[in-house]
Nanobody
Framework: QVQLVESGGGLVQPGGSLRLSCAAS????????MSWYRQTPGKERELVAH????????TYAYSVKGRFTISRDNAKKTVYLQMNSLKPEDTAVYSC?????????WGQGTQVTVSS
């Protein structure tokens, strides 16, 4: 079965950096695009970044463009989110996801808190 396990979250000061990882199993990782989402209580889930199956095409939410970088290692079946210049408004639970028709699969998420 599909499994997505995120790691790398934590508490960081404004302006700091974190690198999130998402280890995938249960499907042919190299054949699927991957995404990172984030959610805070009372708000809708927001798409943060998306990467193609080969890793040659990426898209970002306007709010993170220029600060976050999504990448993947198909040999390790892992997708990453490098987050730089973090702001308090980046505080959220971050989850990776894969769309395998007819449904999407999500990890359990990792908490990122940006605070001084």
């Amino acid at each position: 079965q599909v499994q997505l396990v995120e790691s790398g979250g934590g508490l960081v000061q404004p302006g700091g950096s974190l690198r999130l990882s998402c280890a995938a199993s249960g499907f042919t990782f190299s054949s699927y695009a991957m995404s990172w989402y984030r959610q805070t209580p009372g708000k809708e889930r927001e798409l943060v970044a998306h990467i193609s199956s080969a890793g040659d095409s990426t898209t970002y939410a306007y709010s993170v463009k220029g600060r976050f970088t999504i990448s993947r290692d198909n040999a390790k079946k892992t997708v990453y989110l490098q987050m730089n210049s973090l702001k308090p408004e980046d505080t959220a639970v971050y989850s990776c996801a894969v769309r395998r028709v007819p449904r999407s699969y999500w990890g359990q998420g990792t908490q990122v808190t940006v605070s001084s």
